[in-house]
């Protein structure tokens, strides 16, 4: 068990920048999931920290030992990858033992490791046939139990449950969490999927183009975002941002009146679409769309000319081209800088 | 039966008689005796019993000579696999892993060295084998064939190696491998067929190359370059039997990887 320090590392191909000097610190046993859409970086960093990308700059430490130039066999990592690649050529049982086989460790020790991670990944019945016999759940769990199986002092995950499809998916990301809790095992995991970030990870950090925007736990993402853009990103549907005007400190909505922490000028209040309840007052919102989805409804229209999306209770008896009205909760809205799309604090 | 599939099978008939029936023809002339050659119409099976079929054959075998040079052209293909794969094989996977500049001049060049013809690269090179102490040497011959298969060793196996995910020799260097280890663990036992292929295909070029093989030797000749110098003065049907025995082989090694080499050509063969 070690943690891993990511100390600006900058990484670029050619003229293009992927990593702009990025840190970031995973403690023991931390599960954190780099978080943002293609391009970001994220497989990168991750691809880096594994040795299998060479930074331009920066340190990798994992257990405290600056591990940047040592190669991938050295760094006491293992890695899920994102096409799992299971060797083809091995039956899962060889799979599995393929690192401690490596590692030179004995007979006994590789048939006991691969039995127990086969058992917790319900693999036992599979251990003598060959991968191309397995589906891609199956072999998705192969790839976990041969990562497993070395005991990594670091877990290092790509995108690992993108090609599952969507229900199978869901499955193995509980199973995953309950495997990764039970062993304790540091895990750095990359993914552009938020609900799987959200669900999975200990802390998030938001990639967006070469830089972390934020890191912390995903209930204070979701509550505070620092940018606009993570904002947008967590959530679903995401947050809504309202272009407004502050005066003496401020904004007013159709009838109501918000304190904001800009005394005066223009600012973006953003606003998740279940923090707001619709009742006889408040500001004015035109309803476009109306989708009933089971637990709630899923409102969405304009404020003011601006598009909006509200939760509302499954039973709201509306249609489109009413003028409905919503109130925001005063303790949930967050403030940005209309311009940098930066959180303001108050 | 339309006549789309008419075409078709007409097409299907001519391609396999293409090939077949002189395969055929010199099969029932090596194995008949002179009366075969000349007789017509030609019978459909060889007339005699099995015995007075394979004399010929055995009778071509005792000729002198004719071992040693089956020898030396076994020796000479060996000579010319192992050069192909020592040196193919870790050009074809620089080509198929790394990008380096001038990776496609590199391709180009490698096709254009079979652009020479091999008369203008065998009569320099007898001259240049004469001083090094090559010269009517199985390793000489052997290196001149190399450069014939050298071409195909390694852009067959840079597609081999293309064909294997970059991510499972990653894997194994997470696991443990080094470099060389991944080769050895991964990527080897993946393209063992294929390097099978490759270099069954390099032994057949070697196998019957004549040209290059009669210029650099004169007294250790391969079976083809010997052939080509006694046969002449042979009756037809000793001729016929020297081409029978030497296609087989050819024959025999191309039918079994053929499905291998049409996969590495990129010709879909289902």
Known sequence: MAEIVIDRVQKSFGATVALASVSLAVADGEFVALLGPSGCGKTTLLRIVAGLETQNEGRVLIGG????????????????????????????????????????????????????????????????????????????????????????????MDEPLSNLDALLRLEMRAELKAILQEAGTTTLYVTHDQTEAMGLADRIAILQGGHIVQTDRPTILYRHPATRFVGGFIGS?????????????????????????????????????????????????????????????????????????????????AKPGDTLHLRPDPARVVWMDATTGEAITA | MTARRLFFLAGVVTLCAWVLVPLYLIALAATGGSGVVHAWPKPFLPTGTLAATLAPLARFLSIAGVWPALLTSVETALVCVAISLALGLPAGYALARFRFRGAVLFRVLVLMTRAFPVAILALPLAVTFIRLGLYDTPVGVGLMHTALALPFTILVSASLFQAIPAELEEASWVFGCSRLGAFRHVVMPLALPGIAAAATFAFVISWNEVFAASV?????????????????????????????LLVIPSVLFIFLVRRRLFSIWGIANR
């Open chain 1, 65 to 156: 030992k600056d591990v940047s130039a040592l190669p991938p066999r050295a760094r006491g990592i293992a890695m899920v990858f994102q096409n799992y690649a299971v060797f083809p050529h091995m039956d899962v049982r060889a799979n599995i033992g393929f690192g401690l086989r490596m590692a030179g460790a004995e007979r006994a020790r590789i048939a006991r490791q691969v039995e127990r991670t086969a058992a917790l990944l319900h693999l036992e019945p599979l251990l003598d046939r060959y991968p191309a016999q397995l589906s891609g759940g199956q072999r998705q769990r192969v790839a976990v139990a041969r990562a497993l199986a070395v005991e990594p002092q670091v877990l290092l």
């Open chain 1, 237 to 317: 549907p995401p947050m809504n941002f309202l272009s407004t005007e502050a005066s003496g400190g401020h904004v007013g909505l159709g009838t109501l009146r918000l304190a904001c922490p800009r005394a005066n000028g223009p600012v973006l209040l953003g606003l998740r679409p279940e923090d707001a309840t619709l009742g006889e007052d408040g500001m004015a919102f035109e309803l476009a769309v109306i989708e009933p989805m089971g637990s709630h409804a899923l409102l969405t229209g304009r404020v003011g000319g601006q598009m909006m999306r509200v939760v509302a209770p499954p039973d709201t008896a």
């Open chain 2, 216 to 244: 650099l030797t004169v007294r250790h000749r391969t079976l083809t370059a010997y052939l080509l110098a006694i046969l002449p003065e042979s009756p037809l049907n000793v001729q016929f039997t020297g081409a029978f």
